[in-house]
């Protein structure tokens, strides 16, 4: 089989992510598409609106034909650690042979130029690099900085305007992906979708194709569900009707009173958090303990060095008990299993075939011995049950692989 692969969160599935899923299958003229899905909590540090086993259903009905967790460990890590977490747990799997994600490049060449470079890091670019962290940029702001000051002194046409792809979301996730395949020496080979409609933080529907934010802002702040009808397939919006229905969609507020709750009785726990530097456990704690709006409380926090989504991932990874785990050690390794989520006809094949050649164990329902990855993702489970009360703390026992 022709086995390709897609890493998505759909949260939740739109229409730009089935004119994906549909050009993934014309460009790589495969048999089959494996997706590797954040669980329960999303790489810009927030709970999924609906829970895994929803968004799977979503997933499956939309032409996916196997969906595969990504542990929490990486799901709620910068694009780095995100994009080699999906990348290594395809990668090990042994029959994937081509990954394809969007971009608003749409050119696979350009995004591996860049990869390469930053995979290798010449001497040069590491000192602008540090110059600018120094000045108090976050990083992802550094990064381009010194990419734009390293080429400027190129000649080289393949280089020219190359560092702007460092500006917007889907050409950085996209060069992680392309990183991770040349750090792994990866056979899977990469190919890119041009990403078309609303830009990915875009907060207004689209005529074209609407991002999961603005969905989600619809969903959630101005209760406009019958809004985004047509921005959503019939299967999906029938998901979020019954998700309505029980009132179960979940937003980053309904963690604020657990998270001043860890902040008044341990907050020992917040300087534990890797990403947590300089002080800051000092000022999440002062506006954690005296503020009464979570978006408010990320907005004061946040700063030219610490970015919105990476305040956002650190509360949420505080929520998760995240400071019980060597987190830094666990996300630099490659992927240790894969857990099954669901899966049709076609993925009943390929899970056959990845059973014969992969590296790492394949779980449709959970194993005596616990790794502490397993273990972290079988607790975001049980913390994300406090604010879905449609999930059961024991689900990932209870439950198993959604057949669709």
């Known amino acids: 089989m022709n086995i390709s692969s897609i890493i998505a969160e759909y949260n939740p599935l739109h229409k730009g992510h089935e004119y994906h899923i549909n050009e993934t299958k014309s460009l790589t003229k495969c048999d ?73 490049s749409g050119k696979i060449d350009n995004l591996m130029k860049v990869a390469k470079l930053l995979q290798n890091e010449p001497v040069e670019y590491k000192i602008y690099l540090k110059e600018y962290l120094n000045l108090g940029d976050s990083f992802p702001k550094a990064r381009e900085k010194a990419l734009n000051k390293y080429l400027c002194n190129k000649t080289e046409s393949d280089f020219l305007n190359i560092s702007d792809l460092l500006k917007t979301s889907n050409n950085i996730l996209g060069i992680e992906y392309c990183k991770s395949l040349i750090k792994l020496n990866s056979k899977i080979t990469p190919f890119t979708v041009k990403r078309m409609g609303s830009h990915y933080n875009s907060t207004e529907l689209s005529n074209i194709f609407s991002s999961a934010t603005a969905i989600r802002k619809n969903i959630g702040e101005f209760k406009n569900l019958h809004l985004v009808k047509e921005h959503v397939s019939p299967s999906t919006y029938n998901i979020l009707e ?20 860890k902040i008044f009785t341990k907050k020992s726990d917040l300087e534990r958090i890797p990403d947590v530097k300089e002080g800051l456990h000092n000022k999440i704690t002062k506006h954690l303990s005296a503020d009464n709006d979570y978006y408010e409380i990320v907005n004061s926090i946040k700063s030219k060095r610490y970015t919105h989504t990476r305040i956002s991932r650190i509360l949420t990874q505080l929520f998760c008990g ?78 198993r692989p959604i057949i669709f």
């Open 242 to 261: 019954e998700t309505a229905a029980n009132n179960n969609f979940v937003f980053s507020d309904k963690m604020l009173n657990f998270l001043k709750y």
């Open 322 to 399: 995240f400071e019980d785990f060597n987190i830094e050690a666990m996300r630099r390794l490659s992927c240790p299993y894969a857990r099954v989520l669901g899966f049709n006809k076609v993925g009943l094949q390929i899970l056959k075939q990845i059973k014969q050649h992969t590296k790492i164990p394949v779980y449709t329902k959970l194993p005596k011995q616990l790794c502490d990855t397993l273990v972290l993702d079988i607790n975001c489970t049980k913390y994300y049950s406090l604010l879905n009360s449609n999930i059961n703390p024991m689900d990932d026992y209870k439950k």
């Open 32 to 104: 089959g598409i494996i997706c590797v899905m954040s669980g329960n909590f999303v790489q810009r540090g927030e709970p999924a609106i609906l829970d895994k086993w929803s968004r799977t259903r979503m997933a499956l009905s939309s032409g996916i034909d196997l969906v595969i967790e990504l542990p929490a460990v990486y799901s709620l890590s910068s694009a780095e650690f995100f994009s080699f977490g999906s990348v290594s747990l395809l990668d090990n799997l042994g029959v994937v042979d081509s990954l394809c994600f969007g971009s608003e």
